[in-house]
């Protein structure tokens, strides 16, 4: 420790720096620990922090650097092939429970852009009579995910690799619940995001035009894909809610929209109206 103390009592940082600091100097320790006992050559333990440290300064953003990130009280494994889990998103599972909190049914569930699988996960763990299928374009996210859903011993969710916009990607299935959080930022939002965010995948965030994967889900979901009755629930922002609730309201009941922690709207749900109607 004498290494990182020097470099505290040196360097004019800010409390909460401080505090990342001791995060990254134990992240360095870990990797340096790991090269050891691989025997693969590896930089010196404080070469190690002084690269996170250069990282964190050019916004890599610090669950990258130290591997992991919490989500509804749970550790998730990520890296720069899937997004960051965000507190902002647990008010999805929020309500998927709630939705079903009188409900012991066995659910089959399908989630599109599954990322790390946190949500997946987490509603696996608070479901798990429940049969999950959990699909992403991108196979190095579906091995983050597979890796996720293994720490938390998840047991009912099936992966799938697939192009949403395929005709034949997932066709015959039928599901009671789809969730979601697809890509929207448009190339306007660009100057409001946080220099952080362009170190994820962009597959995941951006989309132009911004609603067309909604587009996408709300079709395939209208044409088979979602059972009559049953719930699409979506992330959404402040930006697209409006536009999201007027492509649900032909075919969709009973439309809630639920704010997040900083009261702005962050989730969207619809149930599907019976096909005879």
Excluded at 122 to 148: G, K, M, Q, V, Y
Excluded at 172 to 187: F, G
Excluded at 216 to 223: C, D, M, P, S, T
């Amino acid at each position: 420790m004498r290494s990182l103390k020097y470099l505290l009592r040196r360097s004019t940082i800010d409390e909460s720096t401080t505090y990342v600091y001791r995060w990254l100097f134990s992240r360095a320790q870990h990797l340096c620990h790991l090269s050891q006992t691989r025997q693969v050559k590896s930089k010196s333990l404080f070469g190690i922090f002084r690269s996170l440290i250069s990282q964190y300064h050019r916004h890599v953003p610090i669950e990258y650097l130290c591997g992991s990130a919490m989500f509804c009280n749970r550790l998730f494994i990520v890296n720069p092939h899937v997004l960051i889990p965000r507190r902002d998103s647990e008010t999805l599972i929020h309500h998927v429970q709630q939705l079903y909190q009188q409900n012991i049914d066995k659910q089959f569930m399908l989630e599109i852009g599954t990322g790390s699988g946190c949500l997946s996960v987490t509603l696996s763990r608070r479901f798990p009579h429940w049969e999950i299928h959990a699909c992403d374009l991108s196979s190095s996210a579906l091995r983050i995910a597979r890796n996720n859903a293994h720490l938390h011993r998840c047991h009912n969710i099936q992966f799938h690799r697939g192009n949403l916009f395929h005709s034949h990607f997932l066709e015959h299935s039928s599901y009671d619940l789809i969730i979601s959080n697809p890509p929207y930022i448009s190339d306007d939002q660009l100057s409001q995001c946080n220099l952080g965010i362009f170190h994820e995948p962009s597959m995941a965030l951006f989309a132009n035009p911004p609603l067309k994967f909604y587009s996408e889900i709300i079709l395939r979901a209208v044409n088979g894909w979602l059972k009559d009755q049953g719930y699409l629930v979506f992330e959404c922002s402040q930006f697209n809610v409006t536009q999201i609730k007027e492509l649900l309201q032909p075919h969709f009941e009973q439309i809630e929209i639920r704010l997040d922690s900083s009261q702005l709207p962050r989730v969207i749900s619809g149930k599907k109206q019976n096909s005879l109607l």
